[in-house]
């Protein structure tokens, strides 16, 4: 399932040793090489420094959070050297500037989704320049239609052909609740917003 970044942010991160939220993620980290969120920086009264989640040390995530094995998964920034390098690029996909190859501007990203099991980039979401927003206010644009990225702009391909793959698939899948599936394996929603019991 995809799932918009911006629906992380706020995310509950749930202990399976504490059988309550430790923590909430705060935002994602991406490695602009594979566009992939390989980790996530975390808010918690419990930590200080190590405040950064590795996506790998995520067993599941479902509509009430990320599941992890206790708080001994949040580590120090400087702790995984590959997030540290990503970190000290200061990468994020919210903001930056929209083309195609030919120089013609799209606009810019506001958002983007990734699919749930491996956090992987599949779309960006692009806010159009004001004339051009009267027609379509946003471009959904798959990730199989980018050229390159550099620290300012994302280069796709041409705009009719973005235009077109669009209108002939969109991807976009918006998030549901599942009715077959009436709570997850483990966690159960109390009427606490601080804890969840196992």
């Given at each position: 399932?995809l799932?918009t970044?911006?629906r992380l ?14 923590a ?5 980290i ?6 992939k969120?390989i980790a996530?920086?975390?808010i918690s009264p419990l930590?200080?420094t190590a405040?950064?989640l ?11 959070g990320m599941v992890v ?9 400087d ?10 690029l200061n990468?994020?996909l919210?903001?930056?500037k929209v ?5 013609s501007k799209?606009?810019k990203v ?7 099991n491996d956090f992987v980039?599949?779309q ?7 004339v051009?927003?009267?027609v379509?206010?946003t471009?959904?644009i ?9 620290d300012y702009?994302?280069?796709v391909?041409d705009?009719e052909?973005v ?9 976009f899948?918006?998030?549901?609740v599942?009715?077959f ?9 109390t009427n606490?917003?601080?804890s969840?019991?196992v």
């Open positions: 399932m799932i970044a911006s942010i706020g995310t509950p991160i749930l202990s399976v040793q504490a059988s309550a939220k430790i909430e993620v705060a935002e994602p991406i490695d602009p090489d594979t566009l969120i996530f920086r975390v930590v200080r405040n950064i590795d996506a790998k040390s995520i067993r599941e995530y479902s509509n009430y094995d206790s708080i001994e998964e949040f580590v120090e920034p702790d995984i050297v590959k997030i540290s390098n990503i970190l000290k990468f994020a919210p903001g930056l083309e195609t190859k030919k120089g799209l606009g506001i958002d983007y989704t990734v699919t749930d980039v599949q960006i979401i692009v806010k159009r320049p004001i051009k927003s009267l379509d206010p471009l959904t798959s990730r199989k239609e980018i050229v390159e990225i550099t702009k994302i280069i391909k705009e052909k235009i077109k793959a669009r209108a002939e698939k969109e991807d899948v918006p998030n549901f599942n009715p599936r009436n709570h997850e394996p483990g966690f159960a929603p606490s917003s601080e969840t019991t």
